[in-house]
């Protein structure tokens, strides 16, 4: 049956690229699927008798085309990008918005800010501890201090970021009607 089924696919492959090529419009693709057609036309062969191997594959062809550019259409709704899957599923976006962006850059230099007025000591406390992330008794062996120092300057690095950004964070008050101070 094998060398029948090459002379019957032989006999119709103009007309099965032809179909595959009203569909798909592309010739690789085209190509593709006529190879997948003729191997499941084998496969089907090998289960037991075709009555028309030609229709069998003209079929073939055909769904196999369809089932291609649906593929290819669900693919490109998917892939249209970020901003139109988060719109069509009404996800919010994970990438913050520029007045978002402006905020942290803003909390983020009042940050540096406090950090810079900071006495040398606390800063260095705190760097250590939160940037290079030394334990409190390491820092007192690098400072040549007590672990109660450590403990105080960071008490004190901690207490001054939560004032000034607490500050910062603050509505200012109203200025009374006679535009003097409240």
């Known amino acids: ?45 090998e289960r037991g008798p075709i009555d028309n191997i030609g229709a069998f594959l003209h079929r ?3 769904n196999l085309a369809l089932d291609h550019l649906r593929r290819c259409r669900t693919q490109e709704r998917f892939e249209a990008g970020p901003a139109d899957t988060v719109e069509a599923l009404g996800i919010a976006s994970e990438t913050p918005s520029a007045e978002e962006r402006l905020l942290h ?19 260095q406390v705190w760097l250590l501890n939160r940037v290079e ?14 672990q109660g120092t450590v403990f105080n300057d960071m008490k004190l690095a901690m207490g001054h970021f939560v004032d000034t950004m607490a500050r910062r964070d603050r509505p200012e008050p109203a200025l009374s009607r006679s535009g003097g101070t409240p």
């Open 1 to 45: 049956m094998s060398a029948s089924l090459i002379a019957i696919y032989l006999d119709h492959r103009r007309s099965l690229f032809g179909c595959a090529m009203k569909i798909v419009r592309d010739l690789q693709v085209a190509e593709d699927l006529l190879q997948e057609s003729y191997l499941r036309a084998c496969k089907a062969v």
């Open 60 to 62: 073939t062809v055909h």
């Open 105 to 123: 850059r803003e909390r983020l230099s009042c940050f540096m800010d406090a950090l810079d007025r900071l006495p040398a000591r606390a800063r």
């Open 133 to 146: 992330g030394l334990s409190y008794p390491q820092i007192a062996a690098h400072l040549g201090v007590s």
